[in-house]
């Protein structure tokens, strides 16, 4: 049986099929919308980087995801209140046609953006940005024409009258975009990282393993201050400051932080830390911030108490019984949230806030800006190479901290390691077993 609707709207004279598939369509319409919504809003945030500069976007766009989700649950309760009827009736007759329009006029109610708009072209100047903004997308080049393609078909699935509102967001996408599909050449050189003077290139935890007996005292001094009840013989401190050397690359790095944090501010760093900024030679006094928070915070966990056990290793230490933790030499390093917990609890002990990002979003593309947004990067290395300045292979790396001092026109990462240059190169881990991880430090 086919039973005409003639009220107008979603198309005067149609018959109930086609209604039906008017509104099944509006709902495909509707859901499609807000899952483009949605997928714009994460590309947008993972484009943000952190820095913040699409926050108020993505409110907008938020609260158009909800709008949209209301129209979704009007369409779909109009479609089942007219399958409801479409079941229950068999014949034509007046009483049919008024519940039909009832229903039809029971959602246009609800839904007055369905109605189909009459007269007027209107079409035409939305669509001369839309021919713009398809061109700007397809300039983009293959490596986001995935993206392009979904923007784009969801500024098609949208609602005409929605036009503006759709551009301004792609106009502020563009903005951003533009600056951050780029590779901006950047090298931090200052006195913390100056690569014309070798060795204090940030700092160096090897150089705790080769000191002599003043030097030796001098940081002994640094640790009682932090284990008063602590007695070390002289071998035991040795194999202290052995076990520095070898799993204290994060507290370097994060060394590496304050040390740039403070520049131009020596005063303050010694009013904050105890010791000067520079040597006599007015190169980066490293070594006694490194040795303070490395005695003060390793193995410290959450709740403020020492973890004897953290650094055994039955391989390494033998059997527990025998296990002396003032006398290990080795220990397992250190990972982003222990990073996290240490500056920011050993800072605020100092007076100072720091937020430790544990998973910031950070490529060559964004490094400049994470930057120029105050913030500071180190990177965990884990499987991969290191490489000196000249292309050759300094190292292979299991695992190693660093801080991230630069980002090249071809997109590797400038590193300070052990008080030297080099550099990573990022691409590889598409590639290989290399992975990167990362740690943004942002003073306040």
Not at 234 to 258: P, W
Not at 404 to 421: A, H, I, M
Request: proline share 4%; hydrophobic share 30%; glycine share 8%.
């Amino acid at each position: 049986m086919r039973i005409e609707l003639n009220s107008g709207g979603l198309g005067g004279g149609a018959s109930i099929d086609t209604m039906q598939s008017n509104i099944s369509a509006l709902i495909e319409k509707s859901d499609t919308l807000v899952a483009a919504l949605n997928y714009i809003k994460t590309f947008m945030y993972n484009v943000n980087g952190g820095v913040g500069g699409l926050r108020g976007v993505l409110s907008d766009i938020q609260s158009r995801i909800n709008t949209e989700e209301t129209r979704a649950e009007n369409l779909n309760a109009a479609e089942d209140k007219i399958n409801s009827f479409i079941e229950l009736t068999h014949q034509k007759d007046s009483a049919v046609i008024n519940t039909v329009s009832k229903n039809q006029a029971e959602f246009l109610k609800m839904n007055p953006w369905a109605k189909p708009e009459c007269g007027g072209d209107g079409g035409d100047d939305s669509k001369e940005w839309y021919e713009e903004l398809w061109d700007w997308l397809c300039d983009t080049g293959d490596a986001i024409a995935d993206t392009a393609q979904k923007i784009w078909d969801s500024i098609l699935s949208g609602f005409e009258q929605d036009a503006d509102w759709v551009k301004d967001i792609i106009e502020k996408i563009k903005e951003i975009w533009d600056d951050r599909t780029t590779i901006t050449p950047t090298e931090i050189n200052n006195t913390v990282f100056n690569p014309d003077n070798p060795g204090y290139y940030g700092g160096n935890q090897m150089v705790f393993r080769p000191m002599d007996a003043e030097e030796r005292a001098e940081m002994y001094e640094i640790f009682k201050r932090n284990h008063p009840d602590i007695e070390l013989s002289d071998e035991e401190f040795q194999n202290y400051l052995s076990k520095m050397s070898n799993e204290a690359c994060g507290y370097v790095a994060l060394c590496n932080t304050i040390f740039q944090e403070y520049e131009g501010r020596e005063a303050e760093f010694e009013a904050t830390f105890g010791f000067p900024m520079y040597d006599e030679n007015h190169r980066p006094n490293y070594i006694p911030l490194e040795m303070d928070l490395y005695s003060q915070m390793d193995n410290i966990d959450p709740s403020g108490n020492p973890d004897l056990w953290r650094d055994y290793n039955p391989d390494l230490d033998g059997p527990e019984s025998d296990y002396d933790y003032w006398n290990d030499s080795t220990g397992p390093g250190t990972n982003r949230f222990e990073l996290e917990y240490y500056l920011e609890t050993y800072m605020l002990q100092h007076g100072v806030n720091v937020e430790v990002n544990t998973d910031p979003i950070v490529t060559p593309e964004l490094y400049d800006n994470i930057v120029a947004s105050g913030q500071q990067v180190n990177v965990l290395l884990l499987n991969g190479d290191l490489y000196n300045m000249d292309g050759t292979v300094a190292k292979a790396i299991g695992g190693h901290w660093m801080t991230v001092t630069g980002v090249t026109e071809d997109g590797k990462y400038l590193v300070s390691s052990w008080g030297k240059q080099y550099y990573i190169d990022p691409s590889l881990c598409s590639t290989t077993d290399q992975e990167l991880e990362f740690i943004t430090v942002d003073y306040e």
